[in-house]
């Protein structure tokens, strides 16, 4: 079956460029928090979300379920998020007891994956 035209010329080229973004999120984390060597990091990307890598973890799994749709990835890509999700919760709490008022203070001005969700700040956490 051939690729309607919307598809070849606007999801595939959106999806591409989805992943290039997340690339380029995943490397900006890594960069600030291995200069870091320990200490808070609340600068750079790190000042508009608190886990830049695991969102552009999951922007790379969106942009694979939008390229290739297939049983695995329908299954494996909320598994993955919910898993990236389990991750980063469980590192805010480590940071709670390491950093204490200054990362509570962090969390509740930096969104945890993406800073466009405003009123999704503390997103995916359960109560």
């Known amino acids: 079956m051939k690729n309607s ?3 070849s010329f606007i999801i595939h080229p959106g999806a ?3 992943l290039l973004v997340a690339l380029i999120t995943i490397y900006a984390g890594w960069k600030k928090i291995h200069k870091a060597q320990g200490e808070l990091v ?3 990307i790190y000042k508009y979300v608190r886990h830049p890598q695991y969102a ?3 922007l790379i799994i969106v942009s694979f ?3 290739w749709p297939t049983l695995i990835t329908l299954v494996m890509g909320p598994v993955l998020i919910w898993k990236y999700n389990s991750l980063a919760i469980r590192e ?3 940071m709670l007891k390491l950093f204490g008022e200054r990362y509570k203070a962090y969390m509740k001005v930096t969104p945890r994956y ?3 969700i405003g009123s999704l700040k503390g997103s995916f956490h359960p109560t």
Do not use: A, K, Y
């Open 114 to 116: 993406f800073p466009f």
């Open 42 to 44: 609340n600068d750079g």
């Open 16 to 18: 591409d460029i989805l």
């Open 56 to 58: 552009g973890f999951m």
């Open 5 to 7: 035209p919307i598809i």
């Open 92 to 94: 805010e709490n480590e």
């Open 65 to 67: 379920l939008i390229q």
